[in-house]
Each structure stands twice: as structure tokens, then as C-alpha cells.
């Protein structure tokens, strides 16, 4: 790439992972980078680089537009506080589930439970705000949107939970844990950013909450926001589809009840 500052804007507009920058009037370019987008991917485009410098002999200089802060080791505070929330979230729908039966009878405990998964939501995403940005210093300066996300993202994945729960029953708890745990956490982008994963993990990341939330905390915190509309979109897709379902399952299953049976 010629330009240096459309590179930049690039990178830091989260278009690009990484920017290689010829200067044909002297031997040595410029390879940008922000490892706080991945540092695995930084390396990576630093030895490719480095690779094809040499072949050429050329020289390099690396300049990182956007690098974990101090308390953020290697960038992966964002990883560990999305699952963090994402545990909680549906392991807090699994025992309520688990506590009045796995299938709500009625539509009012489905409401009932489903309501309880707000508070729990708000103080979730705030006892993560605080341990990320006061507490630990990991991810400072955005302790409101911090805040927000955590809330958004353990009542998103709650909700689902308890919309699976209402499908299956307790399969629907095992079902939670497949989607969220053992497909959602190697697709989340965390120790490998997503054009670093196979086909099949890079595809299904941005679509599970664990790629999503992953995705909007680190551009919130490191580049303005950029590139947060979607993941936040999916997270309030899944809120809303798990209040939806576990609604119209919940007064399905009264339709079919047979009467005389309990309400």
C-alpha cells in the first residue's frame, strides 16, 4: 500500500489487520500493525514481512497504531470478560430452569423468568465493568459502555438459554453449552483473531454472542467503536428470538395441555 495515512485509517477503522507500506525512494518500508486487534495476527504479518524483506533485500520498521494497554496482557482482557459474562449468563437460565422445571408450564413463569434475568443482566455487566476498568485497570476509560455490553451480552445469551430450555427441556441446558462453550469460545476471536481460524470456526464466530461481545469490547475500547454495529445487533438478536421463543413455546405447550391439567 502507498499511502500511509489511508493504511492507518484502515487499521484503526478496523477494515485491516495489518498494512504494509512500500517507499520506493529509500530500502526500508513500514509494516503497521495493531496488536491490540491480536497479537498473534501482528506477528504473523510481521514474519510474513519479514520473509519477503529479506528475500528482497530490503529492510522493515514496524509501527503499532494501537497496542494492549500495560494491564491488558497480549489483549485478551476483552476474551476473558465476554466469557466471563457468557458463563454466567447461561448457567444463571439453566438454574432457574433447573429450579421450577426445565419447561415452563405457564407463559407467567416464562415471564417470570425471563424477568429475572434483568437484574441479574445489569449487576453481571456491572460487577465485570468494575473488575475490567477500576478494579484491574485492564480496560480503562469506557467503564459505561463496558457496562452496557456486559449487560446486554449475559441477558442475550440468558434469554437463548431459556428459549432452548423451553424446546428441549434439560437437553436445552446441554444444548447452551454446545452452542455457546464449544462452539462459540474457539470462533470468539480471542488468542486467535479471526483471520487466523480455519474456515469453518472464521464463518460461525461473528454470528455465536462469545465472537460478538469478544469483538464489540475490544473496538470499543481500542478503536472508537468501529466495526460494533453488527456484533451488537447479533447479541440483540439473540435477546429478542430468546424472548420470542420461549414465549410461543411456553403458550404452545398450554394449548396443548390437556384440560383439567395443571395451569
Known sequence: MANAAQARSLILSREVDAAFVLNPRTRTDTLLIASAGGPSVSAAATQVVQQVETAQRRAFRVTDLRAPGAKDGRGLSSFYLVLGWMIGGYLAAAILGMAGGARPATTHRTVIRLGSLVPYAIASGLGGAIIADPALGALPGHF????????????AVGA????????????GVGLAILVFVVLGNPSAGGAYPASLLPTFWRSIGPWLPPGAGTTTVRNTVYFDAHHTAGPLWVLGTYAAAGILVSLAASLVRRRLRPQGGRR
Open 144 to 155: 459505561g459502555q463496558l457496562w452496557g455490553i456486559g449487560a446486554l451480552m449475559v441477558f
Open 160 to 171: 437463548a438459554t431459556v428459549a432452548f430450555q423451553a424446546l428441549l427441556g434439560t437437553a
